[in-house]
């Protein structure tokens, strides 16, 4: 079974609006960190959130925040007041507590903001 | 600070021949992750070296390999190289704190491979 499933390849969202990309994620490990990172066309990874599995709060970095459904398994990811720079490829990824330092990374959500 | 950094940025290759990249990790950083990434898949892991040990292992063929040297830089190696080993090879450092936690992987702006 695969770790984190991002079903969207695709999502378009109007500038200035928000968006929720999807993340739903499958682990029996109680412990887990989530994490989301963006990818524009140069390539780069850039981290943008973190969300642990014992933490109380859903995780809000700026514009970026992360709605956290524990007993669903899901870690979405909202992007309020969208702008054209975040126009990008969305990725979320997972760390298990007993998995050492591995990362699994589901296929991305390709996001275009509209003028 | 200076982020992740990898050489070469582009390279070419024709199948058969083997290729080394490398990737020089955020000062301070002990743990070095290798991806394969191509179109449609998302990122596949490789494999992670802590400490100059590979402590993690993803699903390649014994072609791919690395190392890690004292100073945390690491090496990775294909041989043989064939069609399908195309991709953007990205490399991410972080400290290296196993399990639960936020310490996020770091990415390099990675070495994109063609072969042909």
């Known amino acids: 079974a695969q770790k984190i499933t991002q079903t969207q390849p695709g999502m378009f969202v109007q500038e200035k609006e928000a968006v929720t990309l999807d993340c739903t994620y499958d682990?029996?490990?109680?412990?887990?960190?989530l994490f989301w990172y963006k990818q524009p066309s140069s390539g780069e990874m850039i981290f943008l959130i973190y969300?642990?599995?014992?933490?109380?709060q859903n995780a809000t970095e700026g514009r970026y925040s992360l709605n956290f459904q524990k007993a669903r398994k899901s870690a979405n990811l909202v992007i309020s007041a969208s702008q054209l720079g975040d126009s990008a490829m969305y990725f979320c990824a997972m760390r298990e507590g007993q998995g050492g330092n591995q990362f699994y990374f589901g296929t991305g959500t390709s996001l275009t903001v509209i003028p | 600070k200076a982020g992740v950094t990898q050489t070469p940025r582009y390279l070419i290759k024709t199948r058969g021949q083997q290729v080394t990249l490398s990737c020089s990790p955020i000062s301070g950083h002990r743990s070095v992750s290798w991806y394969q990434q191509t179109p449609g898949q998302g990122l596949q892991f490789l494999f992670e070296?802590?400490?100059?040990?590979?402590?993690n292992k993803g699903n390649f063929p014994g072609r791919f390999s690395g190392r890690q040297f004292s100073n945390s830089r690491s090496e990775m190696n294909v041989s043989t190289l064939e069609l399908g080993d195309s991709a953007l090879y990205l490399c991410?450092?972080?400290?290296?704190?196993?399990?639960?936690?936020?310490?996020?992987?770091?990415f390099g702006p990675g070495t994109r491979l063609t072969v042909l």
């Open positions: 682990t029996s490990d109680p412990s887990y960190g």
């Open positions: 991410a450092s972080s400290l290296g704190l196993a399990g639960y936690g936020s310490d996020e992987q770091f």
């Open positions: 969300q642990g599995s014992y933490d109380q």
């Open positions: 070296y802590f400490s100059e040990t590979q402590r």
